[in-house]
């Protein structure tokens, strides 16, 4: 059985531990291995290589979930393959520009449906308050009372808890979007090792 000493050393080396590499300015480098252009680019993708394959999207993110606020992105992919390194930073690019644009209206849905929230439970509180001084029904006024409470509370919920968390994501990816990409040939760097050995 785990003692209180050990669980807190095991959350402290989780804490340590980290999903990148930070390189000597203090950017988080996030290291992806493509072998093939196919790893990159979606094969649904008809009009050129501008559409990044949903893993690749994926694991990307998942890596930079783990960045510092502000902490900088430098995306290295090394491939097998001849690629541009322009179709694929459009690629990254263009995707989680894509995903930002969503997550923006997403927030501005948010705010939209926090004010209607507060404004219908606002008006329950009025309602009970009128009931109060011309009628009163015991039953309907505690329907009232937690339905005004309901919204009030889906206000509250919409706008201070969710709205942070839809606030985090943006900033990881405006950070993404933002990030130097370096793409890497893995025949060139293995030519080279070759090289050294003879």
Not at 97 to 105: A, C, H, S
Not at 135 to 143: A, I, K, T
Not at 176 to 190: M, Q, R
């Amino acid at each position: 059985m785990f003692s209180r000493r050990k669980l807190h050393q095991a959350s402290k080396q989780i804490k340590e531990e980290k999903d990148f590499v930070v390189d000597s300015d203090g950017d988080a480098i996030i290291s992806v291995k493509a072998a093939d252009g196919e790893n990159i680019f979606s094969s649904y993708n008809f009009d050129g290589n501008e559409k990044l394959k949903p893993e690749l999207s994926e694991f990307i993110y998942d890596k930079a979930k783990f960045t510092r606020p502000n902490q900088d992105i430098r995306i290295k992919v090394y491939t097998n393959e001849e690629v541009k390194p322009e179709e694929v930073q459009k690629a990254i690019r263009n995707n989680f520009k894509k995903d930002y644009i969503e997550l923006k209206n997403k927030s501005k849905r948010n705010l939209f449906f926090s004010a209607i929230m507060l404004i219908v439970g606002l008006l329950g509180m009025s309602l009970l308050l009128l009931m109060h001084k011309y009628f009163y029904n015991v039953y309907l006024e505690v329907v009232i009372e937690i339905a005004t409470w309901v919204f009030i509370w889906e206000a509250i919920d919409s706008f201070f808890l969710r709205r942070v968390s839809i606030r985090h994501n943006r900033l990881i990816l405006l950070k993404l979007y933002s990030a130097e990409i370096d793409v890497i040939n893995l025949k060139g760097i293995n030519s080279l090792s070759e090289e050294q050995k003879d």
